[in-house]
C-alpha cells in the first residue's frame, strides 16, 4: 500500500522497527503453542494477481496505525540523501495478525497436524500428510504476500486449500458442514491404518461412518497386530451385505403429495438373522444408517443372543404430523422393505422418531404383504398378551450397567448425582430406574436446551415430565411448577456437577469442550445411552482424565437381550413378571460386562484402565463375527 504524500521514504532501521514477528504460534491441543517459520516460497500463485480482498467505506485510523503514521512522518524529515537512496523502493505496510485470528486458525484447522520436517516445525494435512502451496505452512501468509490482507480464517476458507479435506466434511447430503470436519485419529500401527486409508478412498463422504470405523478399528490395533488375518476379515466386515435406498411417497391430510428417502444397510448375518433399529429424523442419511448398522452389529454380536446386525430409517419427521400422515408414510415405507424383513432374515425395533404407534403401522403393513402373522417385530408386542419391558429394557440395562462398574470399585450408586440428556424414551426412563435405585438424576434435555432440577427428579416429577412431553410442551414449563428448576436455553447438561454421566441424546452430542466440562464437574463415569455420543476429540480428554466410558454396545444391549427373550416361543405362551423379565436382562448385562472385560484383559488392558471397557467390548465383539466369517468362507 502506498503511503500519501511525502511518506514514500524508509530506511531500514525503521523498516525493521515496523516488520511483524518472523515467528507465529499455532495453539495445539490444550494451550501447548508451537513455533512456526515464516519464509520465503510456497506461496499460493492464484493471489498474485488478485484484488485486493478487503474493502468497504474508509475508517478512522487505529492507534497502532496512527504510531505508524507519525513514525513515517518522521522519516519524511531525514537528509535529502537517505530520501534518493529509499524513493526507488516501494514500502509495504504489515498488517499485524491479532491473536483472535491465531485462536480461530487453531479451532479450524483441527484436520491438520504439526510435525518437524528438515529441522523445521510445519503444518501438515492430515489426508496427504503433505505440506506447502495447498497447505499453507504457515496460517498467517508468507511476508509480503497479498494473503496477509486476509485473517487466517479467511485464507483457510478462500485459498487452495486441500479440496479432498473439504470433501470429506460432507456430513448430509444436500450441504457441506465446514465447522465439522473428519477427525483422522494417528494410529500406531500402519496395517490398522491402512484399514481406515481404504475406508476413506471408499465413503470420503460418510463423516458419522468414518468415525465409527475409526474408534473400532483403534479398539482393535493389538488384536490387528497379532493376526494379520483380522485385516482382511475387517475390510470385508466394513462393506455391508446389503444397502437399500429408495423413495418412500406418501400423501398429507391436504392431499399433498411428499416424497422423502428409505434406508435399510443389513451389515452383517455372519452371526446370525439380522436386527437393529428404524429412525424417523430429518438428519437421516446413508452414512448415518451404516453408522448405526456397524454399531449394531457389533452390540448384537456382544450380547448373549448371537444376532446379525441392522438399521436404517427414513428422513421423514414424524414430529408435527397427524396420525393418519404417520400411518400413510408407514405403509408406504413398508410397501418397499417388506421383502427384505422376516423373522429369519430382518426384523425391525424401534429408534429415534419410532415408538409404538409408528411399530404398529409398520407391523400392521407387513402382516398384510407378508400374508401371515409368522413372527413380529421386535418393539412393543402389540398382540402380546403377556406384559412386555421392551420399551424400558435398553435404559434399565444402562442403570444396570452402571451398577456392575460401580461394585468393582467397591461403591454403591446410592446417593450419586448423575445427568441424562435426551427427552426420549430412553432417558426417561433412564431416569425411571436411578430412582428406583437410589441415585440422584437431576438434568434432562431436548434440543432447545437443558433442565436442572438441583433437588432430583422423583416419581411424581417424571410423571410431569411424561405428560409435558405427551401435550409437546417445552421443558421450560416445568419451571412455572417446580421453583427450584431452572431451564438453560442453547446450553448443555455437562457441566452440572455430577458422578455419573448418561449421554441419551443423539451421537456426537458430547464434544470436546463439553468433556473439559463434564471432567471439572467431577464426572468419573460416562455411560453411553446413545450410539457414539462422543466426539473423537471429547473421548481422548475423557481418556487423559480417566473417566471411564461404558460404550454404547456394551450398556446398551438390553434392548437385543429384550427383543430375543420376546420373540423366544416360551416368552410368548408365558406371562413374566416385571421382577422376573428385570432378573433375565440383569443377568445378561453382568455377562456382557464380563465378557468385554475378559476380553480387554486378554489383550493388556487392566480393568482400571479408562479403555478397558471400551476397547474390550469391540474385541470381544469382532472376534465372535471374525471367527464366524471365517468358518464360512468369502460369502
Request: hydrophobic share 35%; charged share 25%; glycine share 8%.
Amino acid at each position: 500500500m502506498l503511503l500519501p504524500g511525502g511518506g514514500l521514504g524508509m530506511n531500514s532501521t525503521m523498516d525493521d522497527m515496523n516488520l511483524i514477528q518472523a515467528q507465529r504460534h499455532l495453539v495445539r491441543d490444550l494451550g501447548e503453542e508451537i513455533d512456526l517459520e515464516i519464509g520465503p516460497g510456497d506461496d499460493d500463485p492464484s493471489f498474485a494477481n488478485t484484488p485486493s480482498l478487503i474493502g468497504g467505506p474508509p475508517r478512522e485510523p487505529s492507534a497502532e496505525e496512527q504510531d505508524e503514521n507519525k513514525q513515517m512522518a518522521m522519516v519524511s524529515q531525514l537528509p535529502n540523501d537517505d530520501q534518493d537512496t529509499s524513493k526507488s523502493q516501494t514500502p509495504k505496510r504489515k498488517k499485524k495478525v491479532v491473536k483472535r485470528w491465531r485462536e480461530e486458525w487453531a479451532d479450524t484447522y483441527k484436520w491438520a497436524y504439526v510435525d518437524v520436517k528438515e529441522g523445521t516445525a510445519r503444518i501438515f494435512c492430515s489426508v496427504c500428510k503433505e505440506y506447502g502451496r495447498k497447505h499453507r505452512r504457515n496460517p498467517y501468509g508468507n511476508e509480503g504476500s497479498r494473503n496477509m490482507q486476509m485473517s487466517a480464517l479467511e485464507e483457510h476458507n478462500n485459498s487452495l486449500l486441500h479440496k479432498e479435506a473439504l470433501r470429506l466434511q460432507m456430513a448430509s447430503k444436500d450441504k457441506i458442514v465446514v465447522d465439522k470436519p473428519i477427525f483422522v485419529k494417528a494410529l500406531m500401527s500402519k496395517t490398522a491404518g491402512s484399514i481406515i486409508e481404504a475406508a476413506l478412498k471408499r465413503d470420503p463422504h460418510e463423516a458419522e461412518f468414518i468415525q465409527s470405523v475409526q474408534e473400532a478399528v483403534h479398539a482393535l490395533e493389538r488384536v490387528i497386530a497379532k493376526n494379520s488375518h483380522y485385516v482382511s476379515i475387517m475390510e470385508r466386515l466394513l462393506e455391508p451385505e446389503r444397502m437399500i435406498v429408495f423413495r418412500v411417497p406418501w400423501v398429507d391430510d391436504r392431499g399433498e403429495t411428499h416424497v422423502n428417502r428409505g434406508f435399510r444397510v443389513q451389515f452383517s448375518q455372519a452371526l446370525g438373522p439380522c436386527r437393529g433399529g428404524i429412525r424417523f429424523h430429518p438428519t437421516m442419511n446413508l452414512s448415518i444408517a451404516k453408522f448405526l448398522g456397524f454399531e449394531q452389529t457389533l452390540k448384537n454380536a456382544l450380547s448373549p443372543y448371537k444376532l446379525g446386525g441392522a438399521a436404517g430409517g427414513s428422513d421423514f419427521d414424524p414430529k408435527g404430523k397427524s396420525d393418519n400422515e404417520i400411518m400413510r408414510f408407514c405403509q408406504s415405507f413398508m410397501n418397499e422393505i417388506y421383502r427384505y424383513f422376516g423373522p429369519d432374515k430382518d426384523l425391525p425395533s424401534e429408534e429415534m422418531g419410532v415408538g409404538i404407534r409408528e411399530m404398529g403401522y409398520l407391523f400392521g403393513q407387513y402382516r398384510r404383504l407378508a400374508g401371515h402373522f409368522q413372527g413380529s417385530f421386535t418393539g412393543p408386542r402389540i398382540f402380546w398378551s403377556g406384559s412386555s419391558l421392551r420399551t424400558e429394557a435398553t435404559a434399565y440395562g444402562l442403570v444396570f450397567f452402571s451398577q456392575l462398574i460401580l461394585a468393582e470399585m467397591n461403591k454403591d450408586i446410592k446417593g450419586l448425582r448423575c445427568v441424562v440428556s435426551g427427552f426420549g424414551k430412553i432417558a426417561m426412563h433412564v431416569l425411571e430406574k436411578l430412582v428406583a435405585v437410589g441415585a440422584l438424576p437431576i438434568t434432562v434435555s431436548d434440543s432447545k436446551g437443558y433442565l436442572v432440577d438441583e433437588d432430583g427428579f422423583d416419581y411424581m416429577k417424571i410423571s410431569f415430565l411424561r405428560d409435558l412431553k405427551a401435550q409437546q410442551r417445552s421443558l421450560r414449563d416445568y419451571s412455572k411448577t417446580y421453583a427450584r428448576s431452572k431451564y438453560y436455553d442453547e446450553a448443555k447438561p455437562w457441566n452440572e456437577r455430577c458422578d455419573v454421566a448418561f449421554p441419551c441424546g443423539s451421537q456426537n452430542e458430547i464434544d470436546q469442550a463439553d468433556a473439559i466440562n463434564l471432567v471439572n464437574s467431577g464426572c468419573r463415569i460416562l455411560v453411553e445411552g446413545s450410539n457414539m455420543p462422543c466426539t473423537p476429540e471429547a473421548v481422548d480428554v475423557l481418556k487423559k482424565a480417566n473417566v471411564l466410558i461404558a460404550p454404547a454396545m456394551a450398556a446398551g444391549s438390553g434392548g437385543v437381550v429384550a427383543g430375543e427373550i420376546e420373540l423366544n416361543h416360551e416368552c410368548n405362551v408365558m406371562h413374566w413378571s416385571p421382577e422376573d423379565f428385570e432378573s433375565k436382562l440383569q443377568e445378561a448385562m453382568k455377562q456382557t460386562f464380563h465378557r468385554a472385560l475378559k476380553a480387554a484383559n486378554d489383550f493388556g488392558y487392566q480393568k482400571e484402565s479408562p479403555e478397558a471397557l471400551l476397547h474390550g467390548a469391540v474385541i470381544s465383539a469382532f472376534l465372535a463375527i471374525a471367527q464366524a466369517m471365517t468358518d464360512q468362507g468369502c460369502v
